[in-house]
């Protein structure tokens, strides 16, 4: 029982932060040991979707076994339960404390950053490097703003786009809807879906799906064969990832760093708690984890 409430407590707290734009659930479950074995679950799942789709049902019901459905519908279960209940509180607080609330999530990901390391097993000079180069890479992409918004983009667009961005949202340090700004596919992903355009809708579901299912294999492999190198590279995704959430962005579209002019005491604290909540959530990992 102790176990299962800590799966549903992580589970809430990856919901929690994928509410905030920029921030990663793949981030808490990196920190809380459990990234692995989510991965090991998404990517038995898609195994089992790609048998049914050959037609060999026995590998089909194989694979689906292999998948811990109990682990994974706790944390589903601490995920929507954060996304329904903490929706609102987040916006609310993104439009009237963004420097504060920046600075948490701020604090946040220098934590995770902090325990990720210490998950290196064997750290080497090389592993320096890829995270440096993963790093910087990313804190330049995301310094050029949003692409172009697409008008009228086609059915290929949306599939290309929402492939895209569901392997972000497995990654610590980047989500999907900031790759959907980055690319110019952030408002006609969220038109479609309001407007309710069954056509786009099916065709994003359809990308999400096999997008997940694509990457979850190459990631599953990565990890087994390369943990050390994979690892530095997903610290470099945190890393970079940092810009965003800077607390004092600066232009019209936050992709400059402002210097820090307002709430800066408060914004000092709210960033230390942020660090010291990460170390406080790295010691939920289940025991058997």
């Not at 970079?240 to 760093?257: E, F, H, K, N, Y």
Request: charged share 10%; aromatic share 8%.
């Amino acid at each position: 029982m102790l176990s299962a409430l800590k799966t549903y407590v992580i589970g809430f707290l990856m919901g929690s932060a994928d509410v905030v734009p920029g921030v990663s659930g793949g981030t808490i479950a990196l920190v809380t040991g459990i990234y692995e074995r989510l991965v090991a679950s998404i990517r038995s799942g898609s195994s089992a979707l790609g048998s049914l789709i050959k037609g060999d049902f026995a590998g089909t019901k194989r694979n689906l076994r292999d998948v811990e459905w109990v682990f994974v519908l706790l944390l589903l279960g601490g995920i929507f339960t954060a996304v329904l209940s903490l929706a609102h509180f987040i916006g609310v607080q993104l439009e009237e404390n963004p420097v504060i609330l920046a600075a948490g999530f701020f604090g946040l990901v220098v934590g995770s950053i902090a325990v990720a390391i210490r998950m290196i097993r064997e750290p080497a000079i090389s592993h320096l490097w890829a995270g440096l180069l993963v790093g910087v890479l990313l804190f330049v992409t995301l310094g050029l703003g949003s692409g172009d918004v697409r008008e009228s983009p086609g059915l290929l667009a949306y599939f290309g786009s929402a492939a895209l961005a569901i392997c972000a949202m497995i990654l610590p340090g980047i989500s999907g809807s900031l790759i959907l700004v980055l690319i110019g596919m952030y408002d006609s992903v969220l038109g479609a879906v309001n407007d309710r355009d069954l056509a786009a809708v099916g065709i994003l579901i359809l990308g999400a799906t096999l997008g997940l299912a694509f990457f979850s294999q190459i990631l599953h492999i990565a990890l087994r064969r390369w943990h050390d190198m994979v690892l530095a590279g997903l610290i470099g995704l945190m890393a970079g990832s940092l810009r965003i959430v800077w607390p004092w962005p600066d232009g019209v579209q936050g992709a400059g760093l402002g210097s820090p002019n307002s709430d800066v005491l408060m914004a000092l604290l709210a960033a230390v708690v942020g660090f010291g909540v990460v170390l406080a959530v790295a010691q939920l990992a289940p025991d058997e984890y």
